[in-house]
């Protein structure tokens, strides 16, 4: 079969069992200490952490009959010290991966869940874990397949009639040429498999275009020859903004399974990674109600339970549906200041299976705006390099000092490469661009607090 045959197929699985999965889910009724929920997070980044964490502030961790577990490929890393426990090992290695799941999950039917935090891992074997032999990964095994896989997601976008912008897929350097000749400068270029714009080429010039290819296949974060190509959307820039549409999946109180829709968060990224997030959104309440509608049938086509997170580019009231993430997304960190409770909360509440309420969507933030704004190790570096510490005290001094209502989340990395996010600043205020100008000031000030073994 072809690529695109075998993604088709994948689709309409992946809707059949939908209907057989979610009548297996039952509500959670008792966690017991005596033999705990292993809630596995395969990746311990920040939006691992979120997770992670959040086992402890909401249901008291291990004593409280929720234990965490995290893997990733680095030790150090940042949900490793908020985790029961941990496994350094390259989560790209099915065998590996598989048999660190087994050792603390030795069978399906030992009350679990598994959470795929990021790309960078054997996708299929943790597929196969959940289709052939019956664990539990959020949302269903075909979520993360599907979210993960940049073409099967505009297959996806496209047959549940939500719009897109122009796009096209190439498997060689000759491919890619054509079909952008096709679509037309400017294009946006990256791998099949991504995430925070690694590999990813905003091509405005055909020298581009010739480096993309080999450029998107290098830093891609799993395996494949395939690249997406997407028309640039020039006006997005002049008079539009980006939206991530969370949609919760989850139990209500009378044990139902429910979609709830969270407030739509605006982003802005002068390249091709986030840069910064706010809540509440400025769009009109046409977009925010497609931005919705297109979420919610991106979230009950696949089913179970959970946050799916779907990335749209908004133009007046013209919305187009970019990607969609089967879990928590760096842009709506923000919600950690700005919901009554975080994503990462939320992610793992509903995955569970603990009955929530539909007031889990409301804000706590009240006439003001709460602006989000990376903290990045510097360009300049010429290589990997390890963090020696950061000046926390000089950051919360200087935030005194400008009597800025804001604060710092570090999210302790152990070492830095150019451009890596270190973490995440965050201001209030009731005018947006006074809030965001305050954010990207105290983030500004806190890249240059944190100290580097140069």
């Not at 069978?107 to 869940?113: F, G, L, Q």
């Not at 020039?234 to 969270?262: A, M, P, S, W, Y």
């Not at 830095?416 to 983030?443: F, Q, S, T, W």
Request: net charge negative; proline share 5%; with cysteine.
């Amino acid at each position: 079969m072809s690529q695109v045959e075998i993604r088709a197929r994948l689709l309409e699985e992946a809707a059949e069992f939908r209907k057989e999965y979610e009548v297996r889910l039952k509500p959670l009724e008792l966690l017991r200490p005596e033999e705990p929920l292993v809630y596995i997070s395969v990746g311990g980044g920040e939006l691992g952490d979120l997770v992670v964490t959040a086992a402890k502030r909401e249901l008291g961790g291990a004593r409280g009959g929720i234990k965490t577990v995290t893997f990733d490929r680095y030790d150090g890393f940042p949900a490793q010290d908020a985790a029961d426990a941990s496994e350094v090992i390259n989560m790209l290695d099915g065998d590996k991966l598989e048999k660190a799941i087994k050792k603390y999950v030795p069978s399906p039917d030992k009350p679990h869940a598994i959470y795929l935090e990021i790309e960078r891992c054997d996708t299929m074997r943790v597929f196969k874990l959940g289709v052939e032999q019956g664990y539990k990964v959020i949302s269903t095994p075909y979520g993360p397949l599907i979210g993960m896989d940049r073409l099967t997601t505009r297959m996806f976008f496209d047959k549940i009639g939500i719009p897109t912008v122009e796009w096209s897929f190439a498997t060689s350097a000759e491919e890619l040429k054509r079909n952008a000749k096709d679509l037309g400068l400017p294009l946006i270029i990256k791998p099949i498999m991504t995430s925070s714009g690694h590999g990813t080429t905003i091509a405005k010039t055909w020298n581009d275009v010739e480096k993309a290819y080999e450029y998107s296949l290098k830093h891609a974060r799993g395996r494949g020859d395939l690249v997406i190509l997407e028309k640039f959307l020039t006006e997005l820039k002049e008079r539009g903004t980006e939206i991530t549409q969370l949609v919760l999946r989850h139990f209500d109180e009378n044990g139902k399974i429910v979609t709830t829709l969270l407030p739509p968060i605006e982003h802005k990224r002068p390249a091709a990674t986030y840069h910064e997030s706010w809540l509440p959104a400025t769009i009109s309440s046409d977009a925010v109600e497609k931005c919705q509608e297109y979420a919610r049938r991106v979230a009950e086509y696949i089913g179970g339970l959970g946050i799916f997170a779907i990335e749209q580019f908004v133009i007046g009231n013209k919305v187009y549906n970019s990607e969609f993430a089967n879990r928590p997304h760096d842009t709506g960190m923000v919600t950690r200041w700005a919901l009554e409770r975080d994503e990462g909360a939320l992610h793992l509440l509903a995955s569970i299976g603990l009955p929530l309420a539909e007031d889990v969507k409301n804000l706590k933030i009240k006439g003001e705006y709460c602006v989000a704004h990376v903290v990045l190790a510097p360009e300049d570096l010429s290589e990997e390099v390890p963090v020696k510490g950061w000046k926390a005290s000089e950051v919360n001094a200087y935030i005194r000092c400008k009597k800025y209502r804001g604060m710092v989340w570090y999210f302790g990395k152990p070492t830095a490469y150019p451009e890596r996010r270190m973490g995440l600043a965050v201001a209030y205020h009731e005018d947006l661009e006074n809030a965001r100008r305050i954010a990207e000031d105290i983030a500004h000030f806190a890249e240059k607090s944190i100290v580097y073994e140069v």
